[in-house]
């Protein structure tokens, strides 16, 4: 019988453990959103205490779709460098991250979202005492799209990476051969 300290396969990836830690946020972001180096450190540090698989804290798609400040925000292209940094820290420690992406939908205030918050229906949601917007058809697809891009501006800047790692070993291969 399987135990917890043995090796696990999910949908592709390989776990060196069956110990996964469960979505959790940590409030070491900027206030827009932004990982810290503190973040970093946090999720290096669960891989070296031996965690196979680490499920972000809630990581919102869009700027309206904040919370709280201090959570991770995927919105910007440019933060993929930072998300980048991020998984490699815990990839070098020997574990996995996976990414819990989140729209907070009427689960906010103004002064956190930047507008009126916005979702599904025109309901208001206890803890939250603004009454949200209900969502246009475009700005549901909008908040679609936004879910896909969070993912994929990481997976450009990795690309950009290796691309840029392979340019210096040929560079290097060059000088030497
Ligand atoms: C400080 C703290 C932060 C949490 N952050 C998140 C979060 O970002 N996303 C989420 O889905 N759940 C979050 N949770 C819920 C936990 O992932 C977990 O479901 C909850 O603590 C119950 O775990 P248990 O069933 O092992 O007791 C958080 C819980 C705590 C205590």
Redesign the pocket.
């Given at each position: 019988m399987a135990n917890l300290f043995d090796q696990t396969t999910i949908n592709g990836m390989t776990l060196h453990n069956r110990l996964v830690r469960?979505?959790?946020?940590e409030g070491m972001c900027d206030q827009d959103g932004r990982p810290t180096e503190k973040l970093i450190n946090w999720y290096r540090d669960l891989a070296q205490g031996g965690i196979g698989l680490i499920i972000s804290?809630?990581t919102f798609v869009s700027p309206e779709g904040k919370q709280m400040p201090g959570k991770m925000g995927i919105h910007r292209d440019d933060y993929a460098g930072d998300y980048i940094n991020l998984t490699s820290a815990v990839h070098d420690a020997g574990g996995k991250i996976a990414v819990?992406l989140v729209h907070a939908g009427g689960q906010t205030d103004a002064k956190t979202a930047g507008q009126q918050p916005l979702a599904p229906s025109a309901v208001q949601v206890d803890q939250f005492p603004e009454m949200p917007a209900e969502l246009t058809k475009n700005q549901i697809n909008d908040i679609v799209t936004a879910f896909g891009e969070g993912g994929i501006y990481c997976v450009i800047e990795k690309k950009e990476r290796e691309k840029a790692a392979k340019g210096k070993d040929a560079d290097k291969d060059n000088r030497t051969g």
């Open positions: 469960s979505a959790t946020w804290g809630y819990q």
